[in-house]
T-cell receptor, first 109, second 113 residues
Framework: KNEVEQSPQNLTAQEGEFITINCSYS?????LHWLQQHPGGGIVSLFM???GKKKHGRLIATINIQEKHSSLHITASHPRDSAVYIC???????????FGEGTQLTVNP | DAGITQSPRHKVTETGTPVTLRCHQT?????MYWYRQDPGHGLRLIHY???????DKGEVSDGYSVSRSKTEDFLLTLESATSSQTSVYFC????????????FGEGSWLTVV
């Protein structure tokens, strides 16, 4: 079992829909990161969380430390949100990150 | 993008040849990382560095070496490239490790034929 599990692996939505991507992890962490990777490869950091909730525009990220679970929500989804969304966790013992395999999101017009 | 550049961006090389990928940053960040990304595996850590001449192995370090003689440059070397090292390689930097925002380079596509 991977230390970081994302679900779903693939997600197709219609423009305007509310989207949720989930991330579960099995190790103690100091921080959890949500990343976005567009076709062509560039990876951008969306959020870094250690507790609670963060919001940026239409994106919301939450984390429940006790349940070792985080969610990334996209409100009013748009085709430009189509990308791979990656969850990564940083352990308490050092500076290394462990990554999930990513969720491929496709938003159709 | 935190001033990260990777070179080369694309390379095709023959099996058995040495290859060096360069990661250059302009903001003197301490932590630098090399990852590879393959279908079905996500990003996997090859090597990382805490500072000049201070490096350590990641989970997939076999066949790779690194050097960091200056804060701004982190070099990844494939001593003798194999087809299994065909991949996309990403350099990343962080101010203080996993507890802070991480920034990625644009990636280097390597094909070993």
């Amino acid at each position: 079992k991977n230390e970081v599990e994302q679900s779903p692996q693939n997600l197709t939505a219609q423009e305007g829909e509310f989207i949720t991507i989930n991330c579960s992890y099995s190790v103690g962490i100091s921080a959890l990161h949500w990343l976005q990777q567009h076709p062509g490869g560039g990876i951008v950091s969306l959020f870094m969380l250690s507790s609670g909730k963060k919001k940026h525009g239409r994106l919301i990220a939450t984390i429940n430390i006790q349940e070792k679970h985080s969610s990334l929500h996209i409100t009013a989804s748009h085709p430009r949100d189509s990308a791979v969304y990656i969850c990564a966790v940083g352990g308490t013992s050092g500076s290394r990150l462990t990554f999930g395999e990513g969720t491929q999101l496709t938003v159709n017009p | 993008d935190a001033g990260i550049t990777q070179s080369p961006r694309h390379k095709v090389t023959e099996t058995g040849t040495p290859v060096t990928l360069r990661c250059h940053q302009t903001e003197n960040h301490r932590y630098m990382y090399w990852y590879r990304q393959d279908p079905g595996h996500g990003l996997r850590l090859i090597h990382y560095s805490y500072g000049v001449k201070d490096t350590d192995k990641g989970e997939v370090s076999d066949g790779y070496s690194v050097s960091r003689s200056k804060t701004e440059d982190f070099l990844l070397t494939l001593e003798s490239a194999t087809s299994s090292q065909t991949s996309v390689y990403f350099c990343a930097i962080s101010v203080t490790g996993a507890g802070n925002t991480i920034y990625f380079g644009e990636g280097s596509w390597l094909t070993v034929v």
